[in-house]
T-cell receptor, first 113, second 117 residues
Framework: EAQVTQNPRYLITVTGKKLTVTCSQN?????MSWYRQDPGLGLRQIYY???????DKGDVPEGYKVSRKEKRNFPLILESPSPNQTSLYFC????????????FGPGTRLTVL | AQTVTQSQPEMSVQEAETVTLSCTYD???????LFWYKQPPSRQMILVIR??????QNATENRFSVNFQKAAKSFSLKISDSQLGDAAMYFC??????????????FGKGTKLTVNP
């Protein structure tokens, strides 16, 4: 089944404790992206990747890191999480670019205490 | 910077009726893409419909259609014969034209649609 998977689905952590949210797709997509969703703010793009070893900032990259060492994986790293990073995070992928249909993962609910 | 505005935080419709969700955007570009995404209570984001700015014909997908007014920078979504399964958050999104290596997507804040039986 073609899908985007994220792990973990739920995470509660404390300020300053490094964490990684994994994202994997099995559709051989080149484009991958991370978004955060906050009430009243909609979705905002954090980082995106056009292909392996090619990443770029979205609108809210501060406090996040990404890497794209393999085509299928695009992990989101929070080196020192803070409470303002409490949010719902989505990973998405598309064949080559945003003109292609984006497929979203199920979301990761992150709480930083 | 491009912005996307959804002026209706919440809307409701009776089952089988028609509802229109509004979206306006701000851009100085002429060639871009617009999207409507649906997020049901399951939180799964699903693409509903897309519109390429250089195409004058309004996009249609079954019961979903758009009214794209390029000069007015308006991109509304019409849902015909509303069904209970249409209840969801709906997000309008804008993608700038290719070029400059940027491939960003800008979302509106969303409209929560309730469908009443």
């Amino acid at each position: 089944e073609a899908q985007v998977t994220q792990n973990p689905r739920y995470l509660i952590t404390v300020t300053g404790k490094k964490l990684t949210v994994t994202c994997s797709q099995n559709m051989n997509h080149e484009y991958m992206s991370w978004y955060r969703q906050d009430p009243g703010l909609g979705l905002r793009q954090i980082y995106y990747s056009m292909n392996v070893e090619v990443t770029d900032k979205g609108d809210v990259p501060e406090g996040y890191k990404v890497s794209r060492k393999e085509k299928r994986n695009f992990p989101l790293i929070l080196e020192s999480p803070s409470p303002n990073q409490t949010s719902l995070y989505f990973c998405a992928s598309s064949l080559r670019s945003l003109t292609d249909t984006q497929y979203f993962g199920p979301g990761t609910r992150l709480t930083v205490l | 910077a491009q912005t996307v505005t959804q002026s209706q935080p919440e809307m409701s419709v009776q089952e089988a009726e028609t509802v229109t969700l509004s979206c306006t955007y701000d851009t100085s570009e002429s060639d871009y893409y617009l999207f409507w995404y649906k997020q049901p209570p399951s939180r799964q984001m699903i693409l509903v419909i897309r519109q390429e700015a250089y195409k004058q014909q309004n996009a249609t997908e079954n019961r979903f259609s758009v009214n794209f007014q390029k000069a007015a920078k308006s991109f509304s979504l019409k849902i015909s014969d509303s069904q209970l399964g249409d209840a969801a958050m709906y997000f309008c999104a804008y993608r700038p034209p290719l070029g400059g290596g940027s491939e960003k997507l800008v979302f509106g804040k969303g409209t929560k649609l309730t469908v009443n039986p």
